[in-house]
């Protein structure tokens, strides 16, 4: 297995990647940023979790305060 850095941020790049996307022997594997591998170490959870636990939280919300 070959690793290949394209950058597709250029009508090049692009255009390679166009190129060989398709092929069934690649496989395109999103790059990740490193402000996300920051936030994911300083305690960041994905959007799902997060919004279930904001609805939870939400629904246990007292209607009226004493």
Known sequence: ?????????????????????????????PQTSEAWQEAIAAGAVEVDPFFDELNSRIDNWPLSRA
């Open 1 to 29: 297995m070959t690793t290949v850095h394209i950058e597709d941020s250029t009508p090049e790049g692009r255009f390679l990647l166009d190129l060989i996307k398709n092929h069934k022997s690649v496989t395109i594997e």
